[in-house]
Every structure is written in C-alpha cells, then in structure tokens.
C-alpha cells in the first residue's frame, strides 16, 4: 500500500478474485500502484499474473472485487486508448510488414500521428525494417515489434506480460533500458516475469503464488524479510513458509509436497 | 462505429493477402479452374454416333418396321451395325462394345405392347447418363422419321436462357454463389482461426476497438475480396473472347460465353451479401476450432450439404419431400435463386421471388453478424 502519498493510483485493485471453475486463478489481490514507477509481478507459471493482468486491462470481468484503472473501474472499453498491452504471445500479424503492423494498432488505438508510430519503432531499434515481412523476423524482434505495438498510442499506463521471454540477454538489457526511460517519463509499468534476476530492476515488487501476493516491496525489502542473499532464495523460502497455510484447506494434497507450492 | 478502425481492419485484410499467394490463387485461380472445366467438359463432350442393331423377333410385321427403323436411323445419323438377326448377338455385341443400344422389335403381346409390336431398347446399364444420351439419339431419330407422317411434330422453345439447351447456364449462377460462399468461409475461418489462436484477437481487444467495427472491418475486407472474384467469374462465366489456335492447341474461348440476361449490380448484392454472411459464419465457427485443419473439417458439415440442397445440382422441388423444409433454410439456395432470378431470367428488384432472396440473404447475414460478433468478447465471463 502506498497510502499517504500525494498522487492519485494510476492502478487500484482491492480483493480481486476470478475463478476458474474449482481454480480460483485470482484469489484476493489488492494493489495501488503509482505513476512514474515499474511493477513487477514475480512468480511461477501458471501463479495468476497472467490473469491479474486481464483483469486489470478489463480482459476478464473479475468474479468478485474491484480493479480501478485510470480512474475508472474495469473492464471499460474507453480507458484501453491509454493503456499499452504486451501479450505473451507476440500478438502481431505473421503475413503484414512491421510498419504495416505497427500502423494497424495505431489505427486500433485513433492515433494518427505517424510520428509516434515511427517514434514506437525506433525505440524497437526496427526503424530500418519497416518493410519487412513479420515472417522474415528473428523471434528478437518480433518480440521487439510487438513492444512496439503496445507503444504506437504513448501509453500512460503499460503492461508486459514476460516481455523478455525469449529474449537474449543483451537485448533484454535494452528493454530494461526503454522501460527505465518511459518510466522516467512518467508512465507507468507493470512488469510480469518468472526470471528472478530480472525482478531486481523493477521499483517494487509482488510475489504471486496461486492467485495470492505472497510479499510485497522492493528487492532489498523482499529478501530482508525473507533472510536470503537472493530473491530465488527469498522466493522459495516464503513460498515454504506460505504454501501449508494456503494448501492444506481446500485441496487434498499429501502435506509435505513442496513440488506442488513451488509450481 | 469509427470508420478508421473499420478501414484499418479491411486494410490488414487486404495486406495480408498481398504476401499470401496462395490464398490468392484459391479465391482467384480455383473458381475459374473449375468453371473451365466444367465448360470444357459440358460443352467439349464428344458424342460419338451412337451405335445400333435392330433385331426382328416379330415376323412379316416385324420386318417392315425394322426396315422403317434403320431407314431413319440411317437419315437421322445414326450408325446401323449389323451384327446378326438374333437377341443374343445383339446382346453380345452390347456386352463387347460393338453397339450402344439395341433394338428388338417384339411381337404383340409381348408386356408393355398396347396391341401392336413393342420395339424394346436395350443399353448396357453401365453409365446410366450415356445410356440416356444414346436413347435421346435414338428417340429422336425414329421421331424424325415420322415426322413427314402427319404425326404432330415437337419443338422446344424456352421462355429464359439460350434456346439451346446447355447445362452450363443454370450452373454457372449456382456456381458463383457456392465459390462466393466456400471460398470466404475458408479464409474468414482459418483467418480469425488465427487472430484467437495467435494473440492477434487478445490484443486487439485490449484497445479501444468495437466488436461491431472488429465484424465490420471483417466484412469489409473480404466481402471485398468476394466481389473481386464474383467479377473475375462473371467476366470466365459470360465473357466470350476468341483465342485462335495456336501451335497444337485448337483454338478455344476464353470465357465461357454464356447467355447472360442479369444486371451485374444486382449480381454484386446478392454475392455481398452472401459473403457476409460467410465471413460471419467463418468467424462463428472459428470459436469451435483449435487447428486450421478443424476449420477445414467444418466443409463436410457447412458446404456439401449447402451444395447438395442448394440447387447447385437439383432444383428443391425435385428433392424428397422432408429434404425440401431443410433446403429452405439454407442461405445459399437463396443466393443461387437469386442469381438465376437475375442472371438466367434478367429479373429486377420488382420481381418478388428476387425480393423474397435478398430479404432472406439480408436476415441470414444479419443472424451471423449477431452470432459472430457474439463469439468476438472482451471480458471472459
């Protein structure tokens, strides 16, 4: 919680829950986030960032609970215009070419401006490529042209479903350095990623496990907590300490099966 | 609904198309292959002169009709083969291909005989639609050999169409309307197929996008695409342009030439909203795939039927009686009445059976637009 500081949230989510016939994927999540800052959601695949983030674009309608957006409670249509969506998947069209794919989100989004869109590509370092066919792209950058799409509209507020999934190491340097610029710019950024070393460059960060934030803070913060040099440690500590509570009740699970917390 | 949006969809459409051939050869290429061949077939068909032996089994009576027949066999084209005066040559001249039907004049009193001599046709009963060409040739030769009898002659004229009686023109409508109908239901289904399966549709609905303008934009962009190729068939179906021979190749038309009564605006309509139709329903029916092949295999149960009752190849009326309320149903048998209404007829917007069409083809896409755009949600229950 960040109460008490003077700005408004630019995301505000209080018990957020969905469920999924017995699988409760969001299982009471409240959030505030703040402009200007980068959030990440930390945790396993298949631990409900995915989903927290739907519910917070207004791509799922939660089961119960609230998600506020700018200002305005989800899923509204209207809102979208302001914010970015970086899906898992590239989300971009395999047969157009990549300016043909950034002007076609643009035109999703109203934006005309085709100096945004040129700005967008630029940043992707695909500003010399607009003519290539998506198919001819390296799996980089796809990657880098569907960040891109989410940045044709300068959003204020963006998501990143694992961004840097596939992504080599140098760069994922440079998104990071993007992400850092747009922040600095005001916008704000919420991060998902199951890559540990990753999640030390974000302002602050929820660990996600089971459709639960497991702890919340920044790097430093999470790993004081938890007694450990490193977040993976900090992670399967707390997830050790959380998992009997959040286990034993409603499932049958054998009582000392960690595998189960863990994935 | 914002235009942009809606062109922007259309556009992508478009451009996808440009970089993919192939799908370009199938709603281009495909129709027009076939139409050809169809045309070569129908109209190329040789029909050799058929071939006859008459047999007398009836006596002195007998012989004078015999006589009577190969005389206007003979007059009428026909090949007279003579292959012995028994029933059992002539049976083995039919079983070793030597004749295409024989002719036995049988005594009274034989069944079938109103009191006089019965001729019997016998055919080999192999393909039975060349046995009905070879029994049509024969009819109208012994017909012709009465003819200066004083017997009442008979000529066919038709109200609509050419006076030559040619399959090609009441399938070339039927066939627009079922390429026009096939060929988007493919590409619409295979093509958001991908937008569900790829995240192009997850993110898409993560913008300001409407789903009226998602459906439109859809319709748009491949009803487009289905009017450019209802142009191309229309130009194969009922142009009609010379190709002189050339080296081996005898010399041939390029376009069918079919008679055609129709406005081509009114031929526009009908395929448009057919197409819509179709684009709605590849939309619809994408949901209940995972795999472009599982769109694929849709065809069996959306388009054989459609073209089975259709009236591609049977008009409703000649289907069995429960077949007909089903074929009702079914928008491309609107579409294709309609093209005949149009193409076959020269009917305009006053004609009722015209209206009738357009209104059904009207509800039908409207349903499918609903339907469709129901499947296209933003927020997962």
């Known amino acids: 919680m960040t109460a008490g500081t003077d700005v408004a949230p630019v995301v505000e989510a209080r018990e957020l829950r969905k469920v999924f016939g017995p699988i409760a994927a969001v299982d009471g999540i409240s959030l505030d986030f703040t402009p200007g800052r980068i959030y990440g959601l930390l945790g396993p695949n298949g631990s409900g960032k995915t989903t927290l983030i739907r519910l917070l674009v207004g791509l799922a309608r939660p089961t119960s609970g609230t998600a506020r957006v700018l200002g305005t409670e989800m899923p509204e249509r209207q809102v979208l215009g302001r914010i970015g969506y970086m899906t898992q998947a590239d989300g971009i069209y395999a047969d157009l070419s990549v300016v043909e794919n ?85 916008a704000t950024i919420v991060v998902s990623s199951h890559v540990m070393d990753e999640a030390d460059r974000c302002d602050e960060l929820l660990l996600i496990l089971n459709g639960r934030v497991l702890a919340r803070g920044s790097g430093a913060q999470i790993r004081e907590t938890a007694g450990t040099h ?12 959380a998992a009997p509570a959040a286990e034993a009740p409603p499932r049958e699970a054998p009582p000392n099966d960690r595998e189960g917390a863990a994935s | ?48 002169a058929t071939r006859i032996a008459v047999v007398n089994e009836a006596g002195p009576l007998g012989a004078v009709i015999v006589t009577r027949i190969v005389d206007a066999a003979r007059t009428g084209g026909l090949q007279v083969v003579d292959i012995g005066a028994s029933v059992d040559s002539a049976r083995a001249a039919l079983a070793d291909d030597r004749i295409d039907v024989a002719l036995t004049v049988e005594p009274p009193g034989t069944p079938g005989s109103t009191g006089g ?49 040619d399959v090609l023109d009441s399938f070339a409508p039927a066939l627009i309307g079922f390429f026009g109908f096939f060929f988007v239901f493919v590409l619409t289904g295979v093509s958001f197929l991908r937008e569900r399966v790829g995240g192009t549709l997850e993110r898409l609905l993560a913008t300001p996008v409407r789903r009226s303008e998602i459906v439109a934009g859809y319709s748009l962009g491949f009803g487009l695409f289905a009017t450019l190729q209802v142009v191309v068939i229309l130009m194969v179906a009922f142009g009609s ?41 590849g939309i619809l029916l994408s949901t209940f795939a995972r795999t472009e092949l599982q769109v694929i295999q849709f065809i069996p149960i959306v388009i054989v039927p459609q073209a089975l009752l259709g009236g591609v190849f049977w008009s409703i009326s000649s289907l069995p009686d429960p077949l007909q309320p089903i074929a009702r149903v ?8 309609g093209l005949r209404n149009v193409l076959i007829r020269g009917e305009g917007l006053a004609s009722q059976t015209l209206q009738v069409d357009l209104l059904v083809l009207l509800l039908v896409a409207v349903v499918l637009i609903v339907l469709g755009a129901a499947t296209i949600r933003r927020e997962v229950a």
């Open chain 1, 102 to 186: 950034a002007r076609f989100f643009a035109s999703m989004y109203g934006v005309r401006d085709r100096t945004a869109i040129e700005e967008a590509l630029d940043l992707v370092d695909l500003g010399g490529r607009h003519s290539t066919p998506v198919e001819e792209l390296s799996g980089g950058m796809r990657r880098r042209l569907s960040l891109a799409c989410a940045l044709v509209h300068r959003p204020r507020l963006l998501f990143l479903d694992e961004p840097t999934v596939g992504v080599d190491p140098a760069l994922r340097v440079v998104f990071w350095e993007h992400f850092r610029r747009l922040a600095a710019d005001g």
């Open chain 1, 230 to 241: 490193d977040l993976e440690g900090a992670f399967l500590r707390l997830a050790g300490r």
């Open chain 2, 1 to 48: 609904m914002n235009v942009r949006r809606v062109a922007a969809i259309a556009r992508r459409i478009a451009n996808g198309f440009k970089r993919d051939h192939r799908s370009l050869g199938l709603l281009f290429g495909a129709p027009v292959l076939v139409l050809l061949l169809l045309g070569w077939v129908i109209r190329g068909q040789s029909s050799p």
């Open chain 2, 117 to 165: 001599p019965v001729i019997e046709l016998m055919t080999p009963g192999v393909i039975s639609t060349d046995d009905s060409l070879h029994v049509a040739a024969v009819q109208r030769a012994l017909a012709d050999a009465v003819a200066g009898t004083g017997a009442p002659a008979v000529v066919h004229r038709v109200l609509y169409g050419s006076p030559d009686p």
């Open chain 2, 241 to 281: 342009l010379r190709v002189p021979a050339i080296g081996p190749l005898p010399e041939f038309s390029a376009g069918l030439g079919i008679a055609n009564a129709g406005s081509p605006a009114l031929t526009f309509l009908i395929v448009f909203l057919l197409a819509i139709g179709a684009v709605n329903l």
């Open chain 2, 330 to 337: 079914l928008p491309l048998t609107y579409a294709i009445d």
